[in-house]
């Protein structure tokens, strides 16, 4: 069983900063790669950036690319997403996700390959 805990959501304007962060309960010695994904009101869930179970390859909507950065650090179970250069519409709520995996190196980018799901961040870019 895995738990998943984000925080660091907020009110920025255009242009800035924010770093989100997604605390990791697990069994140990559980293998996961993660995601994190968004879901703004009236639209489905989509992919925002997802790591290997390493941390060492990472993939990225075509949206975000270039602005965020997704990282983990699995010494404090940790994973997190640099947002750059916000834009209004990355307003969204933002989920972490986990699914366990026998790979170093696979990530994954559809909803349902996910088997956790943290409670969401709001994010909220104004212009």
């Known amino acids: 069983q895995v738990q998943l805990v984000e925080s660091g959501g907020g009110l920025v304007q255009a242009g800035g900063s924010l770093r989100l962060s997604c605390a990791v309960s697990r069994r140990t010695g559980s293998r996961y790669a993660m995601g994190w994904f968004r879901q703004a009101p009236g639209k489905e869930r989509e992919f925002v950036a997802a790591t290997s179970l390493s941390g060492g390859r990472t993939y990225y909507a075509d949206s975000v690319k270039g602005r965020f950065t997704i990282s983990r650090d699995n010494t404090k179970n940790t994973l997190y997403l640099q947002m750059n250069s916000l834009k209004p519409e990355d307003t969204a709520v933002y989920y972490c996700?986990?699914?366990?995996?026998?790979?170093?190196?696979?990530?994954?980018?559809?909803?349902?390959?996910?088997?956790?799901w943290g409670q969401g961040t709001q994010v909220t870019v104004s212009s």
């Open positions: 996700a986990a699914r366990g995996t026998y790979s170093s190196t696979s990530y994954y980018s559809r909803v349902n390959e996910y088997d956790y």
